[in-house]
């Protein structure tokens, strides 16, 4: 299910973490993060040791480093606040290169980077062995309100068609000399924008109608499915335990 | 139509006025019997697509009355509603607006699942619509990466899966090359149900229907044979139909 569904942060290796089924997976993201979150930050051991249990699972996964480190730049904001913290931090200061850091700043900022790296770093290594069709269906069988898997499902369906929309007003816009170089020239393509709105509005209108015409009652079908064999949850499990074996032994 | 079968659609008095008082029906009769073809022709704002919703009970409440294969479409009966949704299968002008689910397979699904199949029964009713429109190849693809041809035969197959008594295509031929339209005539043609077809486009009316309704100002104008209405040049120019640049229909029906 889901071949050709291709998206920037999915890797198609078919190895033995891509084919776990997809509730598995992030159950055990979702706890092995809220391990990591819980744990103190000054037990700098555990922190190595979380690192190397994700780096494990990489390559098991066989997701190259280089990779996923790439993919993880998009944490690169969030460490911008972790920076400034010891440098306006209050409390004790030392001397470090000149700068005057505070060390509760230092911790802060240790804190928040290694939390959130190793955060980002699990949830890239369970986008880069699931489908965004299988996450959606797996959030379906874990429960979570049907509202919010059918909104998802739909996105993933018509993302594209905006996309496609999007760019053919593009380049309507450019066919007729539209060159936008300075700020007030913005007005068309917020026009576009706004028809944008308009047309998806209408389509939504459009598909309703025809899913209506098919007998749709306001509930998806839901997508045959398989229950995860209890083996493939002792094999997700042992992310989890094993980062809670690091923070209580750390 | 007085006979002993049961007509496959019914429509007597049929009317509808837009919310803001227009009206778009006044008063609509048409008759088909099982297994016909028919083309409903009319110019843009003629209320064809208006009528098309009525006939599965999406529009209602103008007055007039809907039968389909002897069921009456009673907008506030669920059940018979269902079961009239699953009678009349209507596959809408653009594809994108009919598939919606991430797959063309789950896509073609949707529909029998709404109506309660489920299991090996309705992956043996997706296999035999998309067989039907020679779609199965493609069942895991997403319908975005179709080209319009093929979307636009899945959307007929999600219609299909339905196992529908009647088929109510609106403009079929829209926007097609002139290959994959031939590619839809044929299988239209090996559909064994009844085809009710909103088009503009006159020569695949020709093709496919031997009967032919004008539908103009909310009224049946003319309901005939499709090629000796085609050839009624004051008929046509009055309800501003127009064949394409040195089409005959004489010629063409012989």
């Known amino acids: 299910m889901g071949a050709g569904h291709t998206h920037a942060l999915y890797l198609d290796r078919g190895g033995r973490v891509h084919r776990l089924a997809p509730e598995v997976k992030i159950v055990a993201v979702l706890l092995f993060t809220i391990v990591v979150v819980v744990t103190p930050p000054a037990e700098f051991p555990a922190f190595a040791g979380y690192l190397v249990l994700l780096a494990g699972v990489a390559a098991v996964a066989r997701v190259p480093a280089l990779w996923l480190l790439k993919r993880a730049t998009i944490e690169l904001p969030f460490v911008l606040l972790a920076v400034a913290l010891p440098v306006f931090g209050h409390g004790e200061r030392i001397d470090w290169l000149g700068l005057s850091l505070s060390v509760e700043g230092l911790h802060g900022a240790w804190n928040i980077l290694a939390k959130g790296t190793l955060g980002v770093l699990a949830s890239l290594l369970l986008a880069a062995t699931t489908t965004m069709r299988d996450l959606i269906l797996g959030l379906d069988r874990l429960r979570v309100p049907a509202v919010f898997t059918q909104i998802a499902t739909f996105m993933l369906r018509y993302i594209d068609v905006l996309a496609d929309d999007a760019r053919r007003m593009r380049i309507a816009r450019l066919s007729r000399g539209y060159d936008p170089r300075f700020l007030w020239q913005v007005k068309a393509f917020a026009v576009g924008v706004g028809s944008l709105f308009l047309r998806s509005y209408e389509r939504g209108e459009r598909v309703y109608l025809a899913m209506v015409s098919r007998g749709y009652t306001g509930r998806l079908p839901h997508a045959e499915s398989r229950k995860p064999a209890t083996r493939e949850w002792a094999l997700a499990a042992t992310l989890p335990l094993i980062s809670l074996g690091i923070a209580v032994l750390a | ?254």
């Open chain 2, 1 to 254: 139509m007085i006979g002993v079968t049961t007509p496959a659609l019914q429509v007597t008095g049929l009317r509808y006025a837009y919310p803001d008082g227009r009206p778009a029906l006044r008063g609509v009769d048409l008759t088909l019997a099982p297994g016909e073809r028919v083309a409903l022709l009319g110019p843009n704002g003629a209320g064809k697509t208006t009528l098309v919703l009525h006939l599965n009970g999406i529009l209602h409440g103008g007055g007039g009355r809907v039968e389909v294969s002897g069921l009456p479409v009673t907008p506030g009966d669920r059940a018979a509603i269902a079961e009239i949704r699953r009678r009349v299968g209507i596959v809408f002008q653009d594809p994108d607006d009919q598939l919606f689910m991430p797959t063309v397979a789950e896509d073609v699904a949707f529909g029998p699942a709404n109506l309660g199949v489920r299991g090996a029964e309705l992956t043996a009713r997706v296999d035999e619509a998309l067989a039907a429109v020679g779609m199965t190849e493609h069942r895991d693809q997403v319908p975005h990466h179709l080209s319009f041809g093929q979307r636009r035969r899945v959307a007929v197959a999600t219609v299909l899966a339905m196992r529908p008594e009647i088929l109510v295509l609106d403009e079929p031929s829209s926007n097609l090359d002139p290959a994959s339209r031939r590619e839809l005539a044929e299988i239209l043609e090996s559909l064994p149900v009844t085809l009710l077809m909103v088009t503009h486009d006159l020569p695949y009316a020709l093709e496919l229907c031997p009967r032919s309704v004008i539908l103009d100002g909310g009224r049946i104008a003319a309901d005939g044979d499709t090629a000796a209405l085609l050839s009624d040049r004051e008929l046509m120019r009055g309800h501003r139909l127009e064949l394409p640049f040195g089409f005959n229909p004489a010629a063409a029906g012989a």
